[in-house]
């Protein structure tokens, strides 16, 4: 049976339980709400767009932060995969740091920057730097020595041959890495604004929470959950696959 | 002469920090567009030989002159082509023929001398191919065009064929002694396959392992194309083998098992 065939059924069965275990009570609704009042809330909230607003600023945030995790997260993994002493210092901090879950920084951030947009994004940067660095440093360190030898014989040495050989050869590395950061810093997003303020998926999951809206809560968690999966398997996987592929490094 | 190898050696330390002997008073002397073969079991350092020549090895002692000029570092007057192709994935294989072009000209001068060369090794149709697109053997002759797209004065070939399967081998065979042919240069092809060195070299240099030293340099003058004298081809081939028995015996048994993996 096909891959899809297969999904439709489960997810149908799961569906299926779902409405017709909320209709006939077998729990209680406010534990879980039924799905048609999951997907009403759904409808409700994009209709008078509290929920677009908190997509907006969401991603907003997403995107300042993961684009200053990249930037930082490929600049560290350049001088750890260049520098064997860089590597041996603060090589072992970046390691370190990296299995610290983001939103620990959180009680920091709130301290520098207060309970504000700021410290989001700072807890969003943390999450994804660290892995973006160690993939870069990996990268580096596995270019093929016969590249660089190959091109060493074409005249290319130093920084032209950073740029022109090195770099491009690591670039798998580098969608792995911003593949990972994403989704680290999506994860660090989330756990910001649960712990924030508005607008944003993460506030408006806490504050329907505290009004005991389970049909929300439910709902916007189908969404950051649907989100993550599609950014990663219709973005990140088809670049990653394509990249492999060209690269060369399928086995 | 245009190649000049003094004195060279080469040592490395073993794990157990004893100096090793790879390559053992190597002297050679190469004139200009003569095609030499250095034809040795493995082991024998004759990869590591080319690699001196190239300038991406030091000699523990000893130099190597090319045009009277001492090398210290890689440089493009050497192509070099190895045994995998080495060609840049993301690059396109116009692009890969450009590579050592891009300093030194305007693309489009750069995309005309890339052209010439691609059509020289048959691939003018892939310009725009990616190098995962292509075959083993047809990568292969692109990272040769690319090599000759520098217009060195020596070719440095470090078993290029060795990864190839028997048929396309010997089509490349062809190709290369007509390049050779064209374009004059000076090749130093290493090999651990006694027929190919016959087939397409002036001179043998046979090395034998552990140190790596020249044991006889043998000059083929058997005119090409060389498949219609068989027999003098034969004989040179008893003759290395008589005078070599030793090392030729590790060659053969790395030879069949080369030619059972292919």
Redesign the interface.
């Known amino acids: 049976m096909q891959t899809a065939i297969k999904r439709i059924i489960f997810f149908a069965a799961i569906i299926a339980f779902w409405e017709i275990g909320s209709r006939l009570e077998l729990w209680h609704p406010l534990i879980f709400p039924s799905l048609s009042s999951v997907f009403s809330a759904l409808v409700e909230g994009f209709q008078d767009k509290t929920l677009i607003y908190d997509l907006i600023a969401s991603f907003k945030r997403l995107a300042v932060g993961l684009t200053i995790s990249l930037i930082i997260g490929t600049l560290i993994g350049i001088l750890l995969g260049k520098s064997k002493t860089a590597d041996e210092t603060l090589g072992a901090v970046i390691l370190a740091l990296q299995s610290v879950p983001s939103i620990v920084w959180l009680p920091i951030a709130i301290m520098w920057f207060g309970l504000n947009e700021k410290a989001v994004i700072f807890v969003t940067i943390l999450g994804g730097t660290f892995v973006m660095a160690l993939n870069m440093r990996t990268g580096i360190k596995n270019v093929s020595p016969l590249y660089i030898k190959a091109a060493q014989t074409m005249g290319a040495t130093g920084v032209d041959l950073f740029t022109r050989v090195i770099f491009p050869a690591s670039i798998p590395y580098v969608v792995t890495g911003s593949r990972l950061a994403w989704a680290f810093a999506w994860r660090a997003l989330m756990a910001g604004e649960l712990l924030s303020t508005g607008p944003g998926l993460g506030y408006t999951l806490r504050y329907a929470s505290d009004f005991g809206r389970m049909d929300i809560v439910i709902g916007v968690m189908i969404i950051i959950g649907a989100i993550g999966m599609i950014v990663d398997q219709f973005i990140f996987q088809r670049i990653e696959k394509s990249v492999i592929k060209k690269w060369g490094l399928e086995s | 002469m245009f190649i000049e190898i003094n004195d060279v050696n080469k040592q490395y330390n073993d794990k157990e920090n004893r100096p090793v002997d790879v390559l053992k008073d190597i002297n050679l002397s190469v004139e200009k567009g003569q095609f030499v073969s250095i034809l040795g079991p493995s082991g024998c350092g004759k990869s590591t030989l080319l690699s001196i020549v190239?300038?991406?090895t030091k000699t523990t002692s000893g130099e190597i002159q090319i045009d009277g000029k001492t090398i210290t570092?890689?440089?493009?007057d050497?192509?070099?082509v190895?045994q995998?192709a080495?060609l840049?994935?993301?690059l396109t294989v116009m692009e890969n023929v450009t590579?050592?072009l891009k300093?030194e000209m305007k693309k489009k001068d750069a995309e005309e001398t890339a052209l010439k060369y691609l059509q020289m090794v048959q691939l003018g149709k892939y310009i725009s191919h990616?190098?995962?697109e292509l075959s083993g053997g047809m990568q292969q002759r692109v990272a040769i065009a690319?090599?000759l797209a520098?217009n060195p004065e020596t070719l440095?070939m470090d078993e290029p064929f060795g990864a190839l399967d028997e048929q396309t081998r010997t089509r490349l065979h062809g190709q290369l002694e007509n390049i050779w042919t064209e374009t004059k240069k000076t090749i130093l092809f290493v090999t651990h396959s006694i027929s190919e060195s016959i087939k397409l070299s002036d001179r043998i240099i046979v090395m034998g392992t552990k140190p790596g030293i020249i044991l006889q340099d043998i000059t083929v003058d058997i005119p090409r194309p060389r498949e219609e004298h068989k027999k003098e081809m034969l004989e040179i081939e008893d003759h290395i083998m008589k005078y070599l028995k030793k090392e030729i015996d590790k060659v053969v048994s790395e030879e069949l098992q080369y030619a059972n993996s292919h």
Not at chain 2, 73 to 76: A, L, T
């Open positions: 190239a300038g991406l570092k890689p440089g493009k050497r192509g070099m190895f995998q080495a840049f994935p993301w590579f050592p300093k990616y190098p995962h690319r090599a520098m440095l």
